[in-house]
């Protein structure tokens, strides 16, 4: 089953879902095959992105008219897939992730959406392959949905890296509500991030709730 908003009731869950572009056939195949393995304990449902949320993903790369992107954190590649649709014919991706396992999934169903010349991927620790980046405006979009106590590490090392107007998009960013009650690292880090970022003045700042949180930030 595709990961559900904690907001809304799944009545409410359905309605947002039937009123967003209908995934196709490569999207409903890879969302069951990722069910299927996060059923039998293979990384976690929460992993992916939910289906609405990833529609939104390539209408706002399309309406950023980004070029070139940047994710951090793939998993089987939802995320991915969703941005390289997006992208103009001449675009690229960039994805950083540290899983052959999961990406290989992700590699798959970029061939079948005829995607996968958009789409470069870079395995090993994200805050590494990002220092070996340029540190020159190279991106119109970013989107980091990894561990979440490395948030603030990537904003700052995105930041360089990015356009001015550009797009980072933070996934995850209310936590399922624990931003309000913080339970372990990862809640304490985005919370004490959303403050952070609330008052940095190096970006236009908006936390969305949608699905489990969207935190966008334009390069001022």
Known sequence: ?????????????????????????????LVAETAAM??????????????EQAAFLTLLTRVARARWAIEIGTFTGLSALAIARGLPDDGGLLCLD????????????WGRAG???RVELRLGEAAELLAQLPRRPTFD????????????????????????GGLLVLDNTLRAGKVLDPQDDDDRAIAALAASLAADDRFDTVLLPVADGLTLLRVR
């Open 98 to 109: 540290r899983d052959a396992h999961w990406t290989d999934v992700a590699r798959r169903y």
């Open 1 to 29: 089953m595709t990961p559900q908003s904690f907001l809304l009731s799944p009545e409410l869950a359905e309605f947002v879902r039937a009123s967003a572009d209908p995934p196709d056939d490569v999207v409903t195949d």
């Open 141 to 164: 979009l970013a989107f980091v949905d990894a561990d979440k106590t490395g948030y603030a590490g990537y904003v700052d090392a995105l930041h360089p890296r990015m356009h001015p």
């Open 38 to 51: 996060t059923a039998a304990g293979d990384g976690k449902p929460t992993y992916q992105v939910a289906t």
């Open 115 to 117: 995607v996968a010349d």
